[in-house]
């Protein structure tokens, strides 16, 4: 699942967060932690403040020129790379070749950050600052730099034209270049606790009842609750979950993609198998669980979901998955193992 990047009120975690690593020096931070804990928003506080004309303790004035060009997503010391079907979707303009390579559809929007991109921030990094107070590179999610990608990136990293800064923020790590996080101070996302969370979700606009719910659905990430939320999703259709696919009702994931289905079934069957210990659930409130099967029916659950999981971005026939992975729960959930 791509992340939220609520754009709203600006987290009080990340708030702090914010104030800590500005106190800090470093020139190319990684920002990491499992997605959805305000990694983009923090490092487009770090962007702002390390270009702001006029900056604080707390981060950037938001009143100068250069606060001003960031809002509107014009400051010509600033170079984001991101996937460019996530650039589009957030409003960002990709470069004019970029543009209009899609605009004559001579291709589609990326999904990955492209090497060409990669190649002009190295040459906007070797230029001089527009507004004279150096420059900054965004690059998120990292993980979506493929090796030569990344590759290009290190040799920037390693030896840093004086004034440009760096920060690099992921959901995923694991997935980087051991030399690329090595190059880079790494801050570990603070995780909200629970009250913190679902008051920034009612200040998003989340029903109170549908943000404890969502909350836990998202394992506590607070970001993909609210994408979750903006998706149409509520506690409603979430605690039906479990019941549905006891019963095959194929329906309750109507307007769900596939990585999204077996997200929910990888949670009912973590739920159960905590039950099954006697432990309490996590993702799914406990009245809402079937009874569960053996812990050997379970693993072997497990076993075949995580095996999906691995290759459900391939172009599948969506709806004989889904079938399937249905089919292959209720197997488990009856299992007399
Ligand atoms: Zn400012």
Known sequence: MSEALSTGVLPPWVQ??????????????LLQGPSGLGQYGLALELVRAWLCDAPTEQGACCQCGSCHAIEVHAHADLCLL?????????????????????DDKKRKASKEIRVEAM?????????????????????YPAERMNHITANALLKTLEEPPGDVKFVLATGAAHQLLPTIRSRCMGHNMVW??????????????????????????AGSRPEDALQWARAGRTAQSWSAVPRAVVQGALNVFADWGPAQVVDALQKL??????????????????????????LAALT???????????????????????????????????SRL
Not at 119 to 139: D, I, P, Y
Not at 192 to 217: F, I, K, N, R
Not at 307 to 330: C, D, I, K, W
């Open 16 to 29: 702090r967060q914010r104030s800590t690593l500005l106190a800090q020096r470093g020139h190319a931070w």
């Open 82 to 102: 991101m996937p460019e079907a996530m650039m589009i979707e957030q409003g960002w303009p990709l470069s004019e070749k970029a543009q209009s390579d899609i």
């Open 119 to 139: 190649r002009e921030a190295v040459e906007f990094s070797q230029r001089t600052s527009a507004r004279g107070r150096g420059k900054a590179v965004l690059v």
């Open 192 to 217: 909200p606790d629970a009250a913190e969370s679902t008051a920034w979700l009612a200040a998003e606009g989340v029903a109170p009842a549908d943000a404890h719910v969502l909350l836990a659905a």
């Open 269 to 294: 069957c973590h739920d159960l198998q905590l039950v099954r210990v006697g432990a309490t659930p996590r993702f799914y409130a406990a009245a809402d669980l079937p009874t569960a099967p053996s």
């Open 300 to 334: 072997q659950w497990a076993k075949d979901l995580n095996a999906t999981a691995r290759v459900v971005e391939h172009p599948f026939n969506a709806g004989l998955l889904l079938e399937s992975l249905v089919g292959r729960a209720q197997n488990a959930l009856n």
